[in-house]
């Protein structure tokens, strides 16, 4: 098939991807002249009974785990239909906010289900867009013909079903996956009508080296992102303090902020000054990594005209007087560079003993690569195990991948310590497991006021499941 855009959507069990999961994937093909091609795919996905969802979640989409085991398919089985009908050559994968959200669901399912967890975005010709940035660049510095929509606080907002709403676009059932998709399409057709050279100068973003060649070519540009302020349609000018084009990322620094606070300040304290503070998540230091694989939307400082300066609140004086103490702090760029190791570090430290979630920890060896396809051939065929695996992560998520996707297959001794592993996961951390937590927010969303009779249908559905897959004893402690 020549190029193609293959739009998606998921609906979750929540919203960290290390522990929550998959519960539908929807998606559509369309042509590079956004043209519908081929049938719609829909498909629940099984939730395994090592999960409880959030309920938050489930009253957002209105997916019980009941269903998607009653309609739905194995993570085994909706893989194989996946790299046999969705991935195929030179597709372009795209949704919406699909490269920080659904993209990281599907690397920890093709990790946890024995696929490389990368492949499907570069090989033979595949690659990753996000409609999300394209949204917010377009509304920050080419917004006409497009009715922009602000939220219930008179705040810009770029939601996508205000977006349609404003611009009369079909949109029937927000927060269904295939509906969002549709709609994500339509989207995408208005944007390339009204402003077609940045649609594709954006979709060109998709190459890693034009990405390199802006960020790490040594002058200020414009950078749009969720990161920085609505009032300032989450744009800003930045330029790039650690990094050059052989990197796979670059540090930019903020140009709307003057730098001399930073000036004397040592690694440490610039990595304390850098943490996230959920309590004052504004007052940070102003850098930001800039990721060549996730299709930034960066564009040359040129595309700031008169019109769009005052519409961003962009004063270029500042920008340059800025520009110019960021330059006179010649030792600022090492010391950005130590205080990003000792985060990273950190953020390290801090990741469980779980290989559930240790997608990160490291890539594969050659031996272990070539060895995922025998694994799960092996599965298949009805074998249970599987020798011969180097990486320990593999070793301990292979009988996870048995009892979750081939229970049939487990023998009594297999089985009890399964039962075993579902315990420590969902019982684990007495008052602060993941029942006892889904158990009080239950509890707390059932005592609402004004619950409609769908919503109290959900709350209900969700505690009949989580009776179901622990024994009545504990449930009753």
């Known amino acids: 098939m020549a190029g193609s855009f293959f739009w998606y959507d998921l609906e979750t069990s929540g919203i960290d991807p290390k522990d929550a999961r998959i519960m539908q994937f929807a998606g559509q093909r369309t042509d590079m002249k956004l043209e519908l091609v081929g049938e719609p795919v829909n498909i629940f996905i099984k939730l395994t009974d090592d999960v409880v969802p959030d309920p938050d979640a489930v009253l957002l989409t209105g997916i019980t785990p009941q269903a998607t085991l009653a309609d739905g398919v194995t993570e085994v089985e909706f893989l194989e239909m996946f790299w046999e009908t969705i991935a195929t050559p030179d597709t372009i994968f795209v949704g919406y906010n699909s490269v920080h959200f659904d993209d990281e669901f ?163 304290q610039l990595a304390e000054a850098w943490r996230y503070k959920e309590e004052d998540p504004t007052n940070r230091l102003p850098v930001r990594s800039i990721a060549f694989n996730k299709c930034p939307a960066i564009a040359p400082i040129g595309v700031l005209d008169k019109e769009a300066q005052k519409r961003l609140s962009i004063d270029m004086k500042i920008i340059e007087h800025n520009l110019t103490i960021l330059k006179s702090m010649t030792d600022f760029p090492d010391k950005l560079r130590a205080a990003n190791e000792l985060l990273m570090k950190s953020r390290r430290n801090r990741v469980a003993n779980d290989p559930d979630v240790q997608l990160y920890d490291g890539f594969l060896d050659n031996h272990d690569r070539d060895m995922l396809a025998d694994v799960r051939a092996a599965a298949r065929a009805g074998q249970a195990s599987i020798s011969g695996l180097h990486d320990k992560r593999l070793q301990e998520l292979l009988p996870r991948y048995i009892a979750r996707n081939f229970p049939g297959l487990l ?67």
């Open 106 to 268: 599907m690397r920890y399912l093709l990790y946890r289900n024995f696929y490389d967890p990368y492949e499907w975005q570069w090989s033979k010709g595949r690659s990753r867009w996000d409609l999300l940035d394209v949204i917010r660049m377009t509304r920050a510095l080419r917004p006409e013909g497009i009715t922009w929509p602000n939220d219930a606080a008179g705040k810009p907002t770029n939601r996508l079903e205000l977006l349609t709403v404003q611009n009369g676009l079909d949109h029937a059932n927000a927060h269904d996956a295939l509906s969002d998709v549709m709609a994500c399409i339509q989207l995408a057709r208005l944007i390339r009508k009204k402003q077609p050279k940045l649609f594709d100068y954006l979709l060109d973003l998709r190459d890693k080296a034009q990405v390199a060649a802006l960020a790490a070519g040594g002058k200020p540009f414009v950078y749009t992102s969720g990161s920085y302020p609505s009032q300032f349609e989450k744009t800003t000018v930045v330029m790039t303090v650690v990094g050059d084009q052989k990197s796979r990322e670059v540090l930019a620094y903020d140009l709307r902020q003057d730098p001399t606070a930073y000036r004397d300040m040592s690694a440490a």
């Open 411 to 477: 023998n009594s001794e297999q089985r009890e310590a399964w039962e075993l592993f579902r315990m420590e996961r969902l019982m684990g951390g007495n008052e602060n497991s993941r029942v006892a937590r889904f158990v009080r927010r239950l509890q707390v969303l059932a005592g609402r006021k004004g619950l409609t009779q769908d919503q109290r249908y959900l709350l209900e559905e969700l505690q009949l499941y989580v009776e179901s897959i622990m024994p009545s004893d504990i449930l009753d402690g």
